[in-house]
């Protein structure tokens, strides 16, 4: 039998204080998708990083096609045919397609720049991948999707045959993702192997053809996807039997108060005449795919954009247009979609964080910030929302995922807010801290909270909504209860395959 | 402060003050004890007075991720506008110096809202605006003063400008004067680092450097915070201003528009805030200034060339970002 393609063996790597991975090994033939599992800081990143040359292991040997090899950087990786393909994308935005997918390559004619060759490169590489994208405009012009194609063609034009994608749907509506897989499809059938890191365990059966489970940087197990049923791969990562995957939700009474009440919004384009209502108690989901509008009603509820038109009544009393503050002081809290870019300042304390936007409760005399009180009061919010941190000064920055989404949330449930507006809630966190970003939710609307959840996680579309909203083309195209959602009817209304 | 932070600020404040004991020693025994005279230390203290309150001012709008060019300008047009106004005015003693210093303050307050107003309302770079304000407030107060120094008519200033405070006290314990300005600076550096360290609107200035829409969203007026950074950057070029008035009986056009901007400007980098906004201190600018003021006045004692003692000078403010670098790399991994 013939060496396999990639080979890492012994893989160990410490850091000060932690023991990151030890005695990791993993192969990948060509022509095969290995999904690798596991919960935030099992150390999938960890080994990636190692295989891109971003980090040296400590021990271990990796090779390629039998011949061990060193991956000093990354530019060393990019020679031996190593393509990464990140979550956060390394696009030039100011740049079109093709100067992107030749960027630090590009083909020179007398020492200028050959921009046909440029063109022709990023043409044969969207070719292979059986995709058209608009060449003549900057990368920023495209959708979160295609933008994912470019990075896709980038690494096929350095003529990587070890490709790793790390989480490459999460930003992805479900007509991206099918597309995606079409092309990880192609990509298997042209020999490459790909490592392939996600959350999203439904999709495993989809594509993977074996999987490995990472827990605490050690290999739980590699087995063939095939007899490898998703509730095992739960339970081989997290080391327990999880729970039913969401929680019961109880239907608020049918006298409860109305919240939120949204009155002909509209935001051209995206958004168009959009009415609905939240009662104390209930959670509502808005289901679609990206760019149907969902974030941005949700942004014009919080104030974050000004509408053209329509009403925002939070408990019967509207609210003004495009004033954030106003909308706090109303009780509204806008738990956003990217938190790194836009729930926290992650230079800044988990102090510093949890108090920002309710700074006002802790100054004296209108004058100092009274640092006990508010130590106490982010203590209290540690406490109670179970937050892991060494210290309540630890920098955002140093906590992982799910932890930091849990300081956004400790920032909100600080002031009382009685509406919640959450924008993609469990995006990138594993499964453990969903489950208790799910609890948070319950608690909130056991104590008369009503919430305004935009979720692209269908299955949490459907488990965490008393109703479910499908938005398309910026309006409500239809609504369904708890009972009557199916993923089929959501989709199809979502795509607008059905009225 | 989280550890880190508290370490790492511990760690360079000892990293600079070991950096100037050494400095000290050799300079010291190679002037043959005049270095660590105590007029000589006072000296240096009076010397950096007016580049670290400007570094002040500039310290905060540089932590919102901004910059502040005008300063120098401003400090030559709020001296002009203070002279004048001095002139003008049939007032004298504390009336008068107390009045004059609300007027050159509010012109430079006045100017800083200015510079802001394209930043906030039109997300202008701060670079473009400050410089477009450099211009005109240079070209002001050469319109104001006609292009000559404005001679202070009233000896009232004399005080405020080369005084000593409580000389009486000092003489008595046969301790050095300390000058009136060098009080004036230690007013700025405890007043605004309090309102940097403790006060809403300081906690909201790092959070706007940090993050500026993770800042808006959490409701926060990032225009009026914005706003009034470059108005506290404009009010302290103008009590630079009235400081050098005050020292020499007159404004001049010509005053703060040579080194003060730059060199303010690096005691600001050099005490460790950063250029990207953020992070920073004014403890942190007060240190810088002083390492530069220390710096040129060991240069002067060992009678260095003046032309000389400008390489140098940028030759440590090099060195010294170069080493704040390290440990911060230092750092990152040890954690």
């Known amino acids: ?499 | 402060m989280n550890d880190r932070d508290r370490r790492s600020y511990w760690l360079r404040i000892a990293a600079a003050v070991a950096f100037v004991l050494i400095l000290v020693a050799i300079v010291d025994a190679a002037s043959h004890g005049a270095f660590l005279q105590p007029s000589n230390i006072v000296r240096v203290l009076r010397q950096i007075t007016y580049n670290c309150v400007l570094g002040v001012g500039q310290t905060f709008v540089i932590i919102t991720g901004g910059i502040d060019l005008s300063v120098g300008s401003l400090v030559a047009l709020t001296g002009v506008v203070a002279a004048l106004f001095a002139n003008a005015v049939h007032l004298s003693g504390f009336p008068l110096i107390a009045l004059t210093l609300i007027v050159a303050v509010g012109v430079g307050a006045f100017a800083g809202w200015v510079n802001a107003l394209p930043v906030v309302k039109l997300n202008l770079p701060p670079f473009i605006t400050t410089l477009a304000m450099l211009e005109m407030a240079l070209g002001a107060s050469f319109i104001l003063s006609h292009g000559r120094p404005v001679a202070l008519q009233s000896g009232d200033f004399q005080n405020t400008g080369i005084g000593s405070f409580l000389g009486g006290v000092t003489r008595a314990l046969h301790l050095p004067s300390i000058p009136v300005p060098v009080i004036w600076m230690l007013i700025v550096i405890i007043v605004a680092s309090v309102l940097l360290t403790r006060t809403r609107f300081g906690r909201y200035v790092f959070a706007i450097g940090g993050n500026e829409e993770a800042a808006r969203l959490a409701g926060i007026n990032v225009a009026r915070v914005k706003t009034f950074v470059y108005v506290i950057s404009g009010a302290c070029a103008a009590i630079v201003g009235f400081l050098y008035m005050a020292l020499f009986s007159s404004g001049s056009p010509q005053t703060g528009t040579g080194d003060e901007l730059l060199e303010s400007i690096a005691a600001v980098v050099v005490g460790g805030t950063s250029l990207t906004g953020g992070r920073g201190s004014v403890i942190g600018t007060f240190f810088g200034a002083l390492l530069i003021g220390v710096l040129y006045n060991a240069m002067n004692l060992l009678n260095v060339d003046s032309y000389l003692q400008k390489v140098l000078l940028g030759a440590v403010i090099l060195l010294a970002v170069v080493l704040d670098e390290l440990r911060k790399r230092y750092l990152a991994r040890s954690v």
């Open chain 1, 1 to 499: 039998m013939s060496a396999p393609l990639l080979e890492m063996s012994g893989i160990a790597k410490s850091f000060p204080g932690v023991r990151a991975l030890s005695d990791v090994s993993l192969t990948l033939e060509g022509g095969e998708v290995h999904v690798l599992v596991g919960e935030n800081g099992a150390g999938k990143s960890t080994l990636m990083k190692i295989l891109a040359g971003a980090l040296q292991a400590d021990q271990g040997q990796i090779a390629i096609d039998g011949a061990p090899i060193r991956i000093e950087s990354p530019q060393a990786a990019q020679r031996l045919g190593i393509g990464m393909i990140y979550q956060e994308f390394t696009l030039v935005p100011q740049l079109t397609a093709p100067a992107n997918i030749s960027l630090g390559s590009e083909p020179t004619q007398g020492g200028l720049i050959d921009g046909a060759a440029v063109r022709s490169r990023a043409t044969r590489a969207l070719d292979e991948l059986g995709l058209q994208i608009p060449l003549d405009v900057p990368v920023s012009h495209l959708s979160v999707g295609q933008q994912q194609l470019v990075e896709i063609a980038k690494v096929l034009a350095r003529s990587a045959r070890i490709i790793v994608m790390d989480e490459p749907t999460a930003a992805l509506s479900d007509r991206e993702i099918e597309r995606l897989f079409a092309i990880v499809g192609r990509l298997r059938a042209g020999g490459a192997g790909i490592i392939y890191i996600s959350h999203r365990l439904e999709e495993l059966a989809r594509i993977a053809d074996r999987v490995t489970v990472l827990r605490d940087g050690k290999v739980v197990t590699t087995r063939d996807a095939r007899d490898f049923p998703v509730d095992e791969i739960v339970r081989a990562m997290v080391g327990r039997q999880l729970d039913a995957h969401f929680p019961e939700l109880a239907n608020p009474p049918p006298d409860a108060p109305v919240r939120l009440e949204v009155r002909h919004l509209t935001r051209k384009p995206v958004v168009n005449d959009v009415s609905f209502s939240v009662r104390a108690g209930e959670i509502v989901g808005l289901a679609g795919l990206i760019g149907a509008g969902r974030t941005e009603i949700v942004r014009a509820i919080a104030g974050a954009d000004r509408p053209d038109a329509g009403q925002i009544l939070i408990d019967g009393s509207p609210l003004q247009f495009a004033d954030i503050g106003d909308a706090i002081a109303a009780g509204v809290a806008f738990i956003t979609e990217d938190r790194k870019a836009q729930g926290l300042v992650l230079g800044m304390t988990v102090r510093e964080n949890v108090t920002l936007a309710h700074l006002a409760e802790f100054v004296d005399r209108d004058l100092l910030i009274d640092l006990a009180r508010e130590r106490e009061a982010t203590n209290r919010m540690v406490t109670e929302l179970r937050i892991r941190t060494p210290s309540i000064e630890q920098l955002v920055r140093n906590l992982s995922g799910g932890t930091q989404q849990k300081v956004v949330l400790a920032k909100w449930l600080l002031g009382n807010a009685r509406v919640f507006l959450f924008d993609e809630p469990t995006r990138g966190i594993d499964v453990g801290a969903k489950a208790e970003i799910y609890k948070i939710m319950l608690d909130l609307t056991a104590r008369g909270a009503a919430i305004v959840m935009v979720s692209s996680d269908l299955p949490e579309a459907l488990g965490m909504a008393n109703r479910v909203l499908v938005v398309r083309g910026g309006r409500i195209a239809a609504e369904f209860s708890r009972a009557e959602a199916t993923p089929d009817k959501v989709i199809s209304v979502a795509t607008g395959a059905a009225a």
